[in-house]
């Protein structure tokens, strides 16, 4: 069997290649992915390197599962609709998988619809994908995420390892582990403690890579730590005591940053009660501009 993804990165094509490769496997097949490209002067050498990086993840996450894969740009001077339904026929494709991103009903009217093409022209069954951040479950929206996780308690990385299955995990428990792995991967998330791994020096290497960053932490759970943090650029603050939800605390981070609204996410207003009852009546009086300041920002 033979697969064929259209691909152009983002979300919903993670979905789109996600979905693809678990019907490989269940099928051991082969699978294609193509980013249709229109070449030339249309082209920006950013959009190129982009796209190149794009298909890297695209081929790691398929040979990280045993899938045999081939990862291509495709520039032919053809529409992406066009492109896609020729490289099926030319290579005897059995099933389509494409991501569907929203348009306008003018984007629709004047650009067309790739989708709709590739659907009433393949020589195969199409699988089209949706991505609705807002929609999708936690789990789903974790799927196939690249984490790294430092701690220095060994029981803390197992039982994340534990929780967040559904990831591709790497752990560290010191700080040159955790900093020789930002240097040499890429992450979708860090999650961090703050004691006995220097967590803000960890966090501000995340942060120079662009890396979101969650705090976790049980000793280092005081209000001059949680100001720190955010100052600091972490997404989220999160207590030990909600390790079990962690699922929903690293979705909230993903789904932020997607949103493009880094800090954000839900954590503050859903964690503000068992703030309130572990620092005492009044813990913000102390530094009252900041959380002003922060309430007017994020919505505290």
């Given amino acids: 069997m033979k697969i064929l993804v259209g691909y152009n990165g983002g979300e919903v094509g993670r979905v789109a290649l996600s979905l693809a490769r678990d019907m490989a496997g269940i099928h051991s097949a ?26 890297g993840f ?7 599962s045993g899938i045999k894969c081939e990862a291509q740009q495709s520039v032919r001077g053809l529409s992406a609709g066009e492109d896609l ?43 089209s994908v949706k991505f609705d951040v807002e929609a999708i479950f936690s789990e789903d929206l974790l799927k196939d995420r690249r984490v790294l996780v430092v701690d220095d308690e ?7 390892e534990e929780l967040l299955d559904m990831c591709t995990l790497e752990t560290a428990n010191s700080f040159d582990t955790a900093k020789k792995l930002l240097e040499n991967n890429k992450y979708d998330l860090a999650i961090l403690d703050i004691m006995g791994v220097s967590g803000y020096d960890i966090l501000e290497l ?18 001059e730590n949680l100001k720190e943090s955010i100052q600091k650029g972490a997404d989220s603050y999160i ?4 390790l079990a939800n962690i ?30 009852k572990s620092f005492g009546k009044g813990w913000r009086d102390k530094d009252r501009s900041f959380w002003n300041n922060f309430d007017d920002k994020y919505g505290g």
């Fill in 30 to 55: 082969f699978v294609y992915v193509v980013t249709s490209m229109e070449g030339g002067s249309s082209e920006k050498q950013a959009d190129i390197i982009k796209a190149d990086e794009d298909l």
């Fill in 58 to 64: 695209a081929r790691q996450l398929m040979e990280n």
């Fill in 85 to 127: 339904v020729k490289f099926a026929k030319e290579n005897d494709i059995d099933h389509i998988f494409l991501g569907i991103k929203k348009k306008s009903r003018a984007q629709k009217a004047i650009l067309g619809s790739t989708a709709r093409y590739v659907i009433l022209k393949a020589p195969c069954p199409v699988t």
């Fill in 154 to 160: 060994p029981d803390i990385l197992e039982t994340i």
């Fill in 206 to 223: 995340a942060r120079q890579k662009e890396v979101p960053a969650l705090m976790l932490t049980a000793h280092a759970l005081t209000p």
């Fill in 239 to 242: 207590p030990k005591d909600e």
């Fill in 247 to 276: 699922t929903s605390h690293a979705a909230d981070v993903i789904r932020a940053r997607i949103e493009g609204k880094q800090g954000y996410g839900s954590w503050f207003s859903n964690l503000k009660p068992f703030f309130d």
